[in-house]
């Protein structure tokens, strides 16, 4: 059993927590946070656990093995590094880190001890996801001509990162995920409609070597909530709705058919395909359950990690160059 100290006990950590606590392959010994109303919470649903605002003493237990850290974006680096230093696993919180050459640093030292560092992208861990890889995998969607999500709503207002950081970070971890090419090029725009605050509203373009281009629209001042990933294929097509309750996937056989027939060259050469309709059954399991089970197996059998800090790297340097290409005013950066 995987022993662990969560560091963090805000907004994210009381999920690692439970999850944690569930699972036969873990349990948490340690919650550390500076706040000592969120200890007393922690001390009243989990009494076993351990308490402190003194993260050394955590570290310095031989007990823990492995440390979970759900804290701001700018912790990450200091916390991660002090507890790879101590010897321990670690679970970090996405996005891995503010910059990427912090990535670099905390990967190298990671591989330097032989220790799992493993970021926390919970969406490769859905049912939803994983089904749409298998299908992209398998071929049943052909080609992959565009990936355009929209992930909006209204708050939760962050003052460490913009909306880029806080929302675009889950689709470009699907797309590392689930696509065998990486973005050549990236290219963004956005704005603050708070005096002093990140922005939060941004549109984000990936190209890359093939045909494929990917759009994601984030935005903390939408209205509704709204998760909607749309995925054309030359064969087939996918809409992705994360707000549905259970008809998440929904394959759609249709497209679009071309000619060069020179006897109608004068005609319309696009011609359109439309067939069935199909929702495919989906693994229901919660996808933060599934990642602490595959953290705890990383640890313990040394399994390769679906979410690993080059995953972690890769979707932060994105990030930077989104955000050099929105003080640009949209200009394309090459990654």
């Known amino acids: 059993m995987v022993k662990i100290a969560v560091i963090g006990y805000g907004y994210w950590g009381p999920n690692l927590v439970r999850n944690f606590m569930a699972s036969p392959a873990t349990t948490v010994v340690y919650v550390v946070d500076a706040n000592q109303e969120r200890l007393k919470n922690v001390q009243r649903l989990y009494p076993t656990i351990k308490v402190t605002t003194d993260l050394s003493t955590a570290l310095a237990d031989p007990e823990v093995s492995a440390v979970s850290i759900?804290?701001?974006?700018?912790?990450?680096?200091?916390?991660?590094?002090?507890?790879?230093?101590?010897?321990?696993?670690?679970?970090?919180?996405?996005?891995?880190t503010e910059s990427s050459e912090k990535c670099k640093t905390l990967i190298k030292?990671?591989?330097?001890?032989?220790?799992?560092?493993?970021?926390?992208?919970?969406?490769?861990?859905?049912?939803?996801?994983?089904?749409?890889?298998?299908?992209?995998?398998?071929?049943?969607?052909?080609?992959?001509?565009?990936?355009?999500?929209?992930?909006?709503?209204?708050g939760l207002f962050q003052h460490d990162v913009s909306v880029l950081w806080d929302l675009a970070v889950h689709d470009l971890s699907i797309l590392d995920f689930i696509l065998k090419e990486?973005?050549?090029?990236?290219?963004?725009?956005?704005?603050?409609?708070?005096?002093?605050?990140?922005?939060?509203?941004?549109?984000?373009?990936?190209?890359?070597?093939?045909?494929?281009?990917?759009?994601?629209?984030?935005?903390?001042?939408?209205?509704?909530k709204l998760r909607q990933t749309l995925i054309?294929?030359?064969?087939?097509?996918?809409?992705?709705?994360?707000?549905?309750?259970?008809?998440?996937?929904?394959?759609y056989d249709k497209g679009i058919t071309l000619t060069s027939d020179a006897e109608n060259i004068y005609q319309m050469r696009?011609?359109?395909?439309?067939?069935?309709?199909?929702?495919?059954?989906?693994?229901?399991?919660?996808?933060?359950?599934?990642?602490?089970?595959?953290?705890a197996r990383c640890i313990e059998q040394g399994e390769t990690p679906i979410t690993s800090k080059e995953s972690g790297l890769r979707v932060v340097r994105i990030l930077e160059a989104?955000?050099?290409?929105?003080?640009?005013?949209?200009e394309c950066i090459n990654l």
């Open 70 to 96: 759900a804290t701001p974006v700018s912790t990450h680096f200091d916390l991660a590094m002090a507890a790879l230093k101590a010897g321990k696993h670690v679970l970090l919180e996405k996005p891995m």
């Open 182 to 224: 990486n973005p050549v090029a990236v290219s963004a725009t956005g704005i603050s409609h708070v005096k002093g605050e990140p922005e939060d509203v941004a549109y984000l373009t990936l190209f890359f070597e093939s045909k494929l281009i990917a759009h994601i629209h984030v935005n903390w001042l939408a209205p509704v």
């Open 232 to 251: 054309g294929g030359s064969k087939k097509m996918v809409v992705y709705d994360d707000a549905e309750p259970t008809e998440k996937v929904k394959i």
């Open 109 to 154: 030292e990671a591989n330097d001890r032989k220790l799992v560092l493993m970021v926390d992208h919970t969406f490769p861990y859905t049912g939803a996801v994983r089904k749409i890889k298998e299908l992209i995998d398998k071929g049943e969607l052909g080609d992959i001509y565009y990936f355009d999500s929209v992930r909006v709503n209204l």
């Open 322 to 330: 989104a955000t050099e290409s929105i003080l640009r005013k949209g």
């Open 270 to 295: 696009v011609g359109y395909r439309t067939g069935d309709m199909l929702c495919p059954k989906l693994d229901g399991a919660e996808a933060l359950k599934a990642l602490v089970e595959h953290f």
